[in-house]
Each structure stands twice: as C-alpha cells, then as structure tokens.
C-alpha cells in the first residue's frame, strides 16, 4: 500500500517485572526493527491468580508502536525473549494520523 493510504497502527502491550527488563526489551523491539516506538509507562499494581494462589505485583507495562502484519512476528519474539512463562500480550488496531502511520512504516520496514 502506498504511504498515506493506511493509516492503520498496531498496538501491542504487555507487562514485565522491573524497568532493566522493560528497557532490554524496548532496545531489543527497535533494534530489530519489530517497533518504531516502545513507551514504558509508570508502575501498575497487578492482582491475579496463578498456579491457584492469588498474586499481586508491581510491574511496568509496554506499549509497542508497529505495523498491523508484524503481529505474528511479535508474538514468535516475545515468546522466546520475555522474561515471564506467560507473558501478557494485548494487541489492538489504532487508526493514525497519516504522516504518524508513515513514519511507524518508514521505521519498522527500514532494514
């Protein structure tokens, strides 16, 4: 599709446990050109249940800025670099604006 035309972002989001975590995983996604754009947000206070024990923990979420066909290649990363068993993976369609959706492209197809 040519630039302009699709202005479709993908937005993924997980979690991990510290910020040395979030950071290697953030440098890693650009580095490899999987993500234009890794926001770390603050901490979040997580409550759930795991192997039936209630759980709570602080974590940092992620939210990877990347194209709507990388999907199943960020799935297949994470699932070999994050550091949790079962990692958090939340993904949906944002639409942008067109010059945001162009450089989202320019930087996750740029090799």
Not at 10 to 25: C, I, P
Not at 44 to 58: I, Q
Request: with cysteine; aromatic share 8%.
């Amino acid at each position: 599709m040519a630039p302009g035309n699709d202005t479709r972002v993908l937005s993924l989001t997980t979690t991990v446990g510290n910020r040395d975590d979030a950071r290697r995983l953030a440098r890693a996604l650009l580095d490899c050109r999987l993500a234009a754009c890794v926001q770390i947000d603050a901490e979040v206070e997580s409550h759930y249940r795991w192997e039936g024990a209630l759980c709570a923990e602080t974590e940092l979420r992620l939210t990877v800025k990347s194209l709507p066909d990388r999907l199943e290649a960020l799935q297949a990363w994470f699932a070999s670099e994050h550091p949790y068993q079962l990692p958090q993976l939340l993904w949906q369609l944002d639409e942008a604006s067109a010059a945001y959706a162009d450089w989202v492209r320019q930087e996750v197809s740029a090799r």
